[in-house]
């Protein structure tokens, strides 16, 4: 059987894909309690950003929604396709237009945290309440010092 993997953009003011990612999101939120953003700061941030997404026979399996400095403002794989190589994929695209990559991850959020370490971003701080919720947050970088078109064509090898 062969499968068909097919990356998509959304750039500034499109939301062409937007309601499914809002879908995928509310699907890990739910069983994960994670991603735990309100639909208008979900959309409204969305519409701002540049959105990679990734599409196996036109179903999503994630997304990277991306600020022009190079900022992960949502991060997403379909639990059922983790650990095939999909987060680093949009990890990559990311990489591949920014000098640097940089995140926030909640502090609670294990898996997160150890896929963030696993393709090279550094802890840089902690942030208490960072969250509307009061949770607290790690800030993540990428690059420069860790060469980033390296780690690139690391990323895209595994």
Known sequence: MSVTVEKRVDGPGATDHAAEAWELKERIRRTENVLKQRKRFFMDAYRRAKTHLLYLDDDLV?????????YILFLAVAPEWRG?????????????EHRTVTCHARATNERALAFYESVGFEIKRRIESYYE????????????????????????RR
């Open 84 to 96: 095939e190589g999909f987060g680093r994929r949009l990890i990559a695209e990311v990489a591949e």
């Open 133 to 156: 919720d009061d949770g607290d947050a790690y800030y993540l970088r990428l690059g420069p010092d860790e060469r980033l078109r390296d780690r690139l064509s690391e990323l895209i």
């Open 62 to 70: 994630g997304f990277a929604t991306t600020r022009r400095d190079g």
